[in-house]
């Protein structure tokens, strides 16, 4: 036995695998459904009131985790849309405009805090609808989604310090479309500025998430907020095109694919609508030999797997250099076999459900381009729930620029992996992509965080971390990720006019 | 009461007109070519095409009818320079926009000369040179202050150091305002390479004279090669490959033409460009300077670090 141990080769405590099963195992903790409450119907919130579709259209809103119908949602037509306009139109010469700004911030400090009070309600329904981790939904859209109210509330009456030089004057109606990834925080961060900058807002959510935005609009009535500020009406692409089009909105705020994206800027073509995109992205996270590694490895992971990689600005791909490439995989592989995938309401759970049957069937279809196209793969053994939709945390090895897993947005738990050796080459490689949104890098050399952060043509780039979003930090991307910046104090601007 | 002589005295630059000085048998003058500025280089354009402009003191003049690749080339080499340009210090961009406000100075007679010949007047020639080098110098004060006045530290609720701002959004392709004969080319560029964007501008079809002698002004300015390029040509020709192309990252048009406007932000959505779209204005104004026009070519950067450890 002793002669036995001696030779088996020492391994130090660093190259250990990560085991958090052998010794104990997770037991489920399912996080409660019963104090939530969703109305079987939901129709349209236009003027303060909510109306049933004029076209009596329906469509139902499954859980992505389990499949079950959860509610059946109005499908707004263009007439639906212009009353929604003209209501937005109504409230924004006859109310919001003529309440002084101090009243109008008062109202989103209130909305904030019935946000807060029914945090665990919102964050309940966005799981079960959206099928995100019940741990994301509850720390960070949801509170994210309150603050973002509570920051706005107070510029409303401060604009005239955010510009120098320049009145702020609002613009009117706005537009607003929205996806599934963060239903109630995007909802969050189209609304707030608009409402602080004095504007009356027109609301789209996505087709597959539209149970928060409606919960929201019952906290706009809670709040008193008065009747055709805020609209939100449902529905899916027809529903946008008709806000998009509609001739009487002066704003146009799009959070989407940059397919979608360019549609919208094109289809505004000529008018004076205003127009904020946030688009696509394909973010480069880079890891230096002089990383702290073990927090990299972790920051990979969060950069890639928070919210099923349907973010935006997930860091899709990722750029090791050379010298610790085979460390840092390791350890990642390692990592990924931690992950627990499953039922969202499960506190436990790392990585919830895909959106939508759609969408896991784009992201099935490039895990196959990426084993064509001659990618090693690696997926950790995990147990997929047998019903619902989900998919195993995934990285792609032996990748190169010219992989289509490496240049398109795949909107999943895919992470595709390059390695380099110099600061110049990674720089190359990183911003050689029609994408710009975000960047990350991990070094423990401050000078070469800066040297790396100025060069990388990204609207938002974390160094030594990832992921991280904040009310006050603006938030947008460079090139083809979009136009203007959502959050902070450049985020007023684009639902203002300078003179 | 000075400048009206200016357009009696025998010309230096050899626009006096050529049958007068033939007939007096004086010495011929050297009449000069009007090309394009492009790289740092004034090559005619590459279609070998012209469009002849007469002048008010009757001379005809060729002026180069400036093609698509000769844009494309433009972007290369605007492209080309735009990392350099942007990696400046905002000072040294600061002290270069001076140098030229400095160098158009020293020149007034040949541009006094220039816009008479373009139909000014001598007065309201010297008022355009005048807020022109004005305008220069108030950009140039602007480089390296507009990151300070509108940068933010954001203080987010996270232990993390989370500042914004602003960086020079790329290569801007601009359409300069057609009625003014080289203040409203000058409040373009000027903004513009501020920040460190790089330019391919479109001068005024009617008077290009101006545009071209100002890039003369840029080539003895220290302004890197690239940074700036002057085409002659027409609109109608390249509005098109002003918005197409994909390289190009955000455009100005100054046009009062609705199916322009139309044209332009259609084709800017192709690789999602950042479009300004300005009608014909009054540059003197002090009103149309402001460091805005600064933050119209600039990209919001946000960077996190966290704190502790």
Known sequence: MSKKQDKTPKTSLADLALDFSSGFKYEPAPESTSHVRIEKQYELFIDGKWVAPLQKKYFDTISPATEQVLSRIAEASAEDVDKAVKAARNAYENVWSKISAKERGKYLFRIARIIQEKAREFAVIESMEGGKPIRESRDIDVPLAANHFFYYAGWADKLE??????KANSIGVAGQIIPWNFPLLMAAWKIAPALAAGNTVVLKPAETTSLTALKLAEVFQEAGLPAGVVNIIT????????????PDVNKIAFTGSTDVGKIIQKAIAGTNKKLTLELGGKAANIIFEDAA????VEGIGNGIFFNQGHVCCAGSRLFVQEGVADKVIKKLKDRMKSLIVGDPMDKNTDIGAINSKEQLKKINDYLKIGVNEGAEIFQPACTLPKKGYFCAPTLFLHTSQSHRIVQEEIFGPVLAIQTFRTVEEVLEKANNTPYGLSA???????????????KLKAGVVWANTYNKFDPASPFGGYKESGIGREGGLHGLLPYLSLS | MAAPKTTTKPSTNGTAPKAEVAAKNERLSVLKTYKIYINGQFPRTESGRYYPLKLSNKEQINVCLSSRKDFRNSVSAAREAQEKWAGKTAYNRSQILYRIAEMLETRRAQFTEELVNQGATAATAKEEISVSVDRLIYYAGWCDKFNQVFSSVNPVSSSHFNFSSLE????????????????????????VIA???????????????SAITFAEVLNA???????VNILT?????????FTTHMDVNAVYINTNNQQDKVTAETNAALNVKRVRIEASIDWNQPQNEDPYRILDYTEVKTTWHPIGI
Not at chain 1, 235 to 246: R, Y
Request: proline share 7%.
């Open chain 2, 233 to 241: 040509g027409e609109i109608a020709e390249l509005l098109v490959p």
């Open chain 1, 293 to 296: 590694i073990d927090q990299a």
């Open chain 1, 161 to 166: 310090y955010a510009f120098p030089g320049k």
């Open chain 1, 440 to 454: 990350g890098v991990w070094t423990d050399k401050g000078s070469k965080i800066f040297n790396m952060t100025t």
């Open chain 1, 235 to 246: 529905g899916a692409g027809a529903t946008g095109a008709a806000i998009v089009n509609h």
């Open chain 2, 221 to 227: 300015s220290d302004v890197p090669a690239g940074v």
């Open chain 2, 195 to 209: 920040s460190g964007n790089t330019i391919i501008a479109l001068a005024s079809h009617q008077f290009p004279l």
């Open chain 2, 168 to 191: 020079p959004t790329g290569v801007v392709a601009a359409i300069a305002d057609q009625n003014s004969r080289l203040l409203g080319l000058i409040s373009i560029i000027a903004p």
